[in-house]
């Protein structure tokens, strides 16, 4: 990750490719400090999309779409 970019742009810059007509990207974090694997409370998101891209596509594969954009390097 480009030290010039946050967290949460870097993760909307990756999600420009599914063309949002609609994006929520709430900052979870704070609710997840001290927990297993967020001992920095970092990195938790609640993210709404909304993407014609997902026309007819089920939820399942949708979230996955998603995460693969969000898992490239």
């Known amino acids: 990750m480009s030290e010039a970019l946050s967290l949460d742009a870097l993760i909307h810059q990756r999600l420009a490719a ?21 001992a920095s409370g970092g990195g938790h998101f609640e993210l709404t ?14 979230e996955e779409h998603t995460s693969e954009l969000q898992s490239q390097r």
């Open 49 to 62: 999309l909304v993407s014609p891209v997902f026309a007819g596509v089920n939820a399942v594969r949708s």
């Open 18 to 38: 599914l063309t949002p007509q609609e994006i929520h990207l709430h900052d979870d974090s704070a609710a997840h400090a001290g927990h297993a694997g967020a």
